[in-house]
Nanobody
Framework: QVQFVESGGGLVQPGGSLRLSCTTS????????IAWFRQAPGKEREGVSC????????YYRDSVKGRFTISRDKTKNTVYLQMTSLTPEDTAVYYC????????????????WGQGTQVTVSS
């Protein structure tokens, strides 16, 4: 069983920044990667970024490259998503997910999911 604590969402103006956190606990010692996904109202869930534990590789969807940064604090079992230059198109519920798989931005590959945190970008 895996437990998640997600935080950091909120309301921010266009051009602003937020940092999301995802802390995991439980039987994750042999997991390979952790990813952030998002789902906007009326849209399908999409992969945003992924962190691979074995070699610290990171992956991003094209629309967030150069604006979002994923990082990990191994001592805290926490992965962060630093988001900058936010636009209204980034508005969504953001979820973290983890599993015993290499990094992917395909949500169907992950079995373990956090509860989500709302990010709203609006003036």
């Amino acid at each position: 069983q895996v437990q998640f604590v997600e935080s950091g969402g909120g309301l921010v103006q266009p051009g602003g920044s937020l940092r999301l956190s995802c802390t995991t606990s439980g039987f994750t010692w042999d997991f390979y990667s952790i990813a952030w996904f998002r789902q906007a109202p009326g849209k399908e869930r999409e992969g945003v970024s992924c962190f691979q534990f074995s070699d610290d590789s990171t992956y991003y969807r094209d629309s967030v490259k150069g604006r979002f940064t994923i990082s990990r604090d191994k001592t805290k079992n926490t992965v962060y998503l630093q988001m900058t230059s936010l636009t209204p198109e980034d508005t969504a519920v953001y979820y973290c997910a983890t599993d015993r798989i290499p990094c992917t931005l395909f949500d169907g590959s992950f079995d373990y999911w956090g509860q989500g945190t709302q990010v709203t970008v609006s003036s």
